[in-house]
C-alpha cells in the first residue's frame, strides 16, 4: 500500500503508509546478522501509529450514523497520540473535539492537540482506570453531560485492531515482498516477516498486525513489549516485579487489559519487560546511531527486539542472514522535546571537532 500517487485531497490520505527502514547501523554493533527493519510510524501526517486507528474509528461511525457532522461531539481518552490523530481528523471534518489525559503525558502534545483546536483535559496519572478522576472515568463523566456526544473507545472498538489488520500489518508484507522481488537489494531476505516486535498501550497494534502476518506466515514470533510496572505481559507471573511501578514511557502499558488486546498465543507467542533505564537508551540509539526521531515508546519496542535476538531462543534468528525482523516504532521526538530523557542527552558536550571550532574561532 504505497502513498497514493499525485496530489493528496488532504492531510488525513497522508495518514500511515510509513516507511520500513533497515537497522542496519544498530544490527551490525549488535553482530546481528539478521535485517533488522523499523516501520516509521512517526512519519504518518499526525506524528504517530495512532492515526490509523483515530481515521478509521471516526469514519466507521460516520458510516454508521454513530457520528454525525454539525450535531456530534467527540470525546477520547487517551495518552495522547489517538488524540492528535482524531484532532486531526476532526479539525479536517469540523467535528468539536474534547481529550481526556494523564498528566504524566507530554507538555508537546497537549500543544499539538491545542494547536488543532481540541479542548484537552487533564487527569491524575495515579487515578485507577475504573476511578471518576482517571482520563477514562472523567471521558464518561463528559459524554453523559454533554447532549449528542460520543467516546468512539479504542480500548473496546474493534476498528482498532482492525486499521493495523488492514494497513499496517499489510504494509509491512508489501514492503518485504517488493525487496524479496527486486533482486536489487545486496541483503539476503526470507521473503517472509519472521519476527515482530512492538509494545502495547490499548495493543490494537499487536493483536491487528499479529493478525494479518500470522496470516500470511502461520510461522511468525510475535513479541509483545511491557513497561515494568504494567499489567498487559502475559502470564500474570512476568508483571509481578514491583520495581519501577511508575514508569516514564509514554502510551504503553496500563494497569487493566483493554478488551481490543488479545495478548495470548497465537495473537502473541511471548512477551519481555522492559524497564524506563532500557527504553529511553534504546530511543536514544535509534536517535544517534540510525537518526530516527523517535520517541520513548520505539525504545521500549527495540530494547525488546535486543533482548529477544540476544536470548538462547532468539540468537538463532539473529545469526541466520535473510530472516527479518521487524519493530513497530509508534511515534516520534516532536512529542517528548522537552522531556528529560532527551534533553538530558541534547546537552552541549566538548568533542575534539568542537575544541578545535573554539580555537579557530579564538584565532581568528
Ligand atoms: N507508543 C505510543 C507513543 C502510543 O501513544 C501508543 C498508543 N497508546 C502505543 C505505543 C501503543 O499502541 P496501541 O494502543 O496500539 O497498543
Do not use: G, N
Given at each position: 500500500m504505497p502513498l497514493p500517487e499525485g496530489i493528496l485531497d488532504s492531510a488525513l490520505d497522508a495518514v500511515g503508509h510509513t516507511p520500513l527502514i533497515r537497522l542496519d547501523r544498530i544490527a551490525s554493533v549488535e553482530g546481528f546478522k539478521c535485517n533488522l527493519l523499523a516501520?516509521?510510524?512517526?512519519?504518518?501526517a499526525g506524528g504517530s501509529i495512532k492515526d490509523r486507528i483515530a481515521k478509521r474509528m471516526l469514519e466507521e461511525a460516520e458510516k454508521s450514523g454513530r457520528l454525525i457532522p454539525g450535531v456530534s461531539t467527540v470525546i477520547e481518552a487517551t495518552s495522547g497520540n489517538t488524540g492528535i490523530g482524531l484532532a486531526l481528523a476532526c479539525a479536517l471534518k469540523g467535528y468539536p473535539l474534547i481529550i481526556t489525559l494523564p498528566m504524566k503525558m507530554s507538555n508537546e502534545k497537549i500543544a499539538t492537540l491545542r494547536a488543532l483546536g481540541a479542548e484537552v483535559v487533564r487527569t491524575p496519572t495515579e487515578a485507577a482506570f475504573d476511578s471518576p478522576e482517571s482520563h477514562i472515568g472523567v471521558a464518561k463523566r463528559l459524554r453523559d453531560a454533554i447532549p449528542n456526544s460520543v467516546i468512539l473507545d479504542q480500548y473496546s472498538n474493534p476498528d482498532n485492531p482492525l486499521a493495523h489488520e488492514l494497513t499496517t500489518g499489510p504494509e509491512i508484507i508489501d514492503a518485504i515482498l517488493a525487496d524479496f522481488s527486486s533482486h536489487s537489494s545486496s541483503h539476503k531476505s526470507s521473503g517472509l516477516v519472521d519476527v515482530v516486535v512492538a509494545g502495547a498501550g490499548t495493543g490494537g497494534t499487536l493483536t491487528g498486525v499479529s493478525r494479518s502476518l500470522r496470516r500470511w506466515n502461520s510461522e511468525v514470533i510475535v513479541i509483545g513489549v511491557d513497561p515494568k510496572g504494567s499489567v498487559l505481559a502475559y502470564p500474570d507471573a512476568l508483571n509481578e516485579s514491583k520495581d519501577d511501578a511508575i514508569y516514564q514511557v509514554e502510551g504503553i502499558g496500563y494497569d487493566f487489559v483493554p478488551k481490543v488486546l488479545d495478548r495470548m498465543p497465537p495473537t502473541v507467542d511471548k512477551w519481555l519487560k522492559i524497564g524506563d533505564d532500557e527504553a529511553f537508551p534504546a530511543a536514544l540509539r535509534l536517535i544517534k546511531e540510525e537518526a530516527l526521531l523517535v520517541g520513548g515508546s520505539s525504545g521500549t519496542a527495540l530494547a525488546g527486539a535486543l533482548k529477544y535476538l540476544h536470548s538462547e531462543e532468539g540468537k538463532h534468528i539473529a545469526q541466520t542472514e535473510g530472516k527479518n525482523v521487524v519493530v513497530l516504532l509508534p511515534d516520534g521526538l516532536r512529542n517528548y522535546m522537552s522531556k528529560p530523557w532527551f534533553l538530558g542527552a541534547a546537552q552541549e558536550t566538548e568533542t575534539p571537532l568542537s575544541k578545535n571550532i573554539k580555537k579557530i574561532l579564538e584565532r581568528s
Open positions: 516501520k516509521t510510524e512517526f512519519l504518518s
